[in-house]
């Protein structure tokens, strides 16, 4: 895996809150790539899980694809929009 263009391919994705749908096409085939399966819950998150035996510590790796947006909420007569934030 070249490191430096999977975190490029990550970095110019599209994943504002609320609207991470199209991310799964890119991070289950990264996962799959070095977990023995993929799960999706209800929600749209993603589990990559090792297969190992019980007796081996569980370790967990947290990370949220998801990134901080902006939404216009308003345009004024003079042609101004007014945002705010989304997601964060």
């Known amino acids: 895996m070249d ?17 991470e749908e199209g991310l799964d096409g890119i991070l ?18 993603l589990t990559g899980w090792l297969d190992a035996p019980a007796d081996r510590p569980l370790i ?14 308003a345009v004024t007569e003079k042609g101004f929009l007014k945002f705010a934030g989304c997601g964060g």
């Open 60 to 73: 967990l790796l947290d990370a949220h694809l998801d990134e901080i947006g902006l939404i216009v909420t």
């Open 28 to 45: 289950r085939p990264l996962l799959l790539d070095c977990c023995d399966r993929v799960e999706q819950d209800l929600n749209g998150s």
């Open 3 to 19: 490191l430096a263009k999977t975190l490029a391919t990550l970095s110019a994705a599209a994943g504002v809150a609320g609207g």
